[in-house]
């Protein structure tokens, strides 16, 4: 029974600890708006980006429109998300940006 008591107090810390603030000074996790600011359609290419944001997250091919699409992920807070799609066209050029707010992790109304 002690053995339980110890593993789901572990537990609470753990989950507990992902939902810590984050750091005011870093603004966040993942792309910055400065860092998307400087990427820019029809001149940026998969390595600017590449080393500007890093590897994204998923890689998604689009044969329909012929563009591959690099995803990540802002978190402001745990309860503020962005997802951050850069598409490509097969010439390697950025040639759109989205950064779509996820309204799923918006709190509950009562």
Sequence with gaps: MRFHSSLN???????LSGCAAVDGRSGG??????ELGKIRPGVTTTGDVKALLGP???????DRVDRD???YRRYNDPMDEL???VQFS???IVREVLALKDYSR???SP
Excluded: K, N, Y
């Excluded at 996790?29 to 400065?34: A, C, I, K, M």
């Design 69 to 71: 699409v690099w995803e």
């Design 90 to 92: 097969p010439d390697g």
């Design 106 to 108: 918006e709190p509950c």
């Design 9 to 15: 107090a572990i537990i609470v810390v753990l989950l």
């Design 56 to 62: 994204p997250i998923r890689v998604t091919r689009f």
């Design 29 to 34: 996790q993942g792309p910055s708006p400065e």
């Design 83 to 85: 997802h951050i799609a």
